[in-house]
Every structure is written in C-alpha cells, then in structure tokens.
Nanobody
Framework: QVVLVESGGGLVQPGGSLRLSCATS????????LAWYRQAPGKERELVAR???????NYNDSVKGRFTISRDNAKNTLYLQMNGLKPEDTAVYYC?????WGQGTQVTVSS
C-alpha cells in the first residue's frame, strides 16, 4: 500500500519560510518522479514543482527562485523549501507520486 504523508505546513507572515516534508512508504521511492501540487480555495490544483529520479527539477513560474524541491532517497522523503512566501502562496499543498496523493498540508501566508 502506497502512503504519502505531508507535514510542515502552518501560518507564516509574508516573506517568511516553511519547509514541507512528504514521508512515503510502499513505493520504490528512488525510481519515481515526485511532485508538489497546491490547491487554493476556488482554484484548480496546480503543479508547484517536480523532481525526477535523476534529480532534475522544474518549477511553476510563480515560485521560481523562491521554492526548492529536493529528495532524500535514503529516507524516502520529499521536501519543499519555501522562502519569500507571499499571500498568494496560501493553499493546501499535496505530495504526488504517479497516481498517489497525500492528504495535504495547509499553508497560510498572512500578516
């Protein structure tokens, strides 16, 4: 059974930072492309960042230069370092691997 569990969300002021984690089990973590998505209220879910098994990354234009996706294959864990957070980054953030999704973690950016 594939399980993805996100953590690290919370309330942060504009300009602040958060680090999201996605702990996984039930998959051969190291061979998959993994991704972070987000969904804001009333909006469609959108790709935030993706990382391949080789470590190649791509980002949504709105987060380039502020967010960094990374993976630790030894820990079967995916990360998203988010710096320079803006109110428009407020959303539920989801970890994704193939057709598998986590339950999401809320990120709220507000003063």
């Amino acid at each position: 059974q594939v399980v993805l569990v996100e953590s690290g969300g919370g309330l942060v002021q504009p300009g602040g930072s958060l680090r999201l984690s996605c702990a996984t089990s039930g998959i051969m973590f190291r061979i998959y492309t993994l991704a972070w998505y987000r969904q804001a209220p009333g909006k469609e879910r959108e790709l935030v960042a993706r990382i391949t098994s080789a470590g190649n990354t791509n980002y949504n234009d709105s987060v380039k230069g502020r967010f960094t996706i990374s993976r630790d294959n030894a820990k079967n864990t995916l990360y998203l370092q988010m710096n320079g957070l803006k109110p428009e980054d407020t959303a539920v953030y989801y970890c994704n691997c193939e057709s598998n999704w986590g339950q999401g973690t809320q990120v709220t950016v507000s003063s």
